[in-house]
């Protein structure tokens, strides 16, 4: 079973990043999605992720295998969705999420997704919101195997005007004092969002470093 670590990403990970962003570009546009297809993310964000402190690598055996930004702060664009948060409190927000095909470890995307639960709580937040793409299957596949719901979409505006996305937004809220099945899901307009039980105290084989 691969051991999978999690550290905020440093100067020098930058190349190996980019690669693995540019594997994730190829992939969606291979499997036909339109996301990451009008030149974001480039190796400017890449850049500022870094000296913001957002930019986070996931490891097996001392090689970067996936990345994930990892960002504290307020998206404008969640405060006007077409649909409803299961929380309005403070949040933990997930971009850029994307693992290496050189070579593909299965399970990097759940892993890094219960990574960022225990990071959030770790820093006493206890909401997590995430979108992707409506024609992003693999994320889609991770938030459904999660237990993710569809809470509400928003329409993201591309460089060019003609370019409009339907983007799935999930809203992830843990309650660390309860433990146990996932609740019932429950679909809301055409998008994902996450309500489930805390998973504090299920074994996972993840590592989160500072």
Sequence with gaps: ?????????????????WEIIQ????????QGSRQWQDG???????????????????????????YVAIIFDIE???????????????????????????????????AIMQG????????????????TNFDNGGMLHVFDKLGINIVGKYIFEALPVALLKTIKISDYSTRI??????????????LMTINKKSLLHRKRDFCCLK
């Design 76 to 110: 404008p664009a969640y405060n006007d969705i077409d649909g409803k948060w299961l929380s309005d409190g403070e949040y933990v927000g997930i971009h850029r999420l994307a693992s290496a095909q050189d070579p593909h470890v299965k399970g990097v995307g759940t």
């Design 116 to 131: 960022v639960e225990e990071i959030a709580v770790n820093n006493g937040i206890y909401s997590i919101k995430v979108d």
């Design 1 to 17: 079973m691969n051991k999978f670590q999690i550290r905020k990403a440093e100067q020098a990970d930058k190349g190996r990043i």
């Design 40 to 66: 974001y993310p480039n190796e400017d964000v890449v850049q500022s992720d870094i000296d913001k402190g957002y930019g986070h690598v996931v490891e097996v055996d001392d090689k970067i295998i996936g």
């Design 23 to 30: 594997q994730a570009i190829a992939l969606r546009k291979e």
């Design 177 to 190: 004092e309860r433990t146990g099945v996932k609740m019932r899901l429950v679909l809301l307009l055409t």
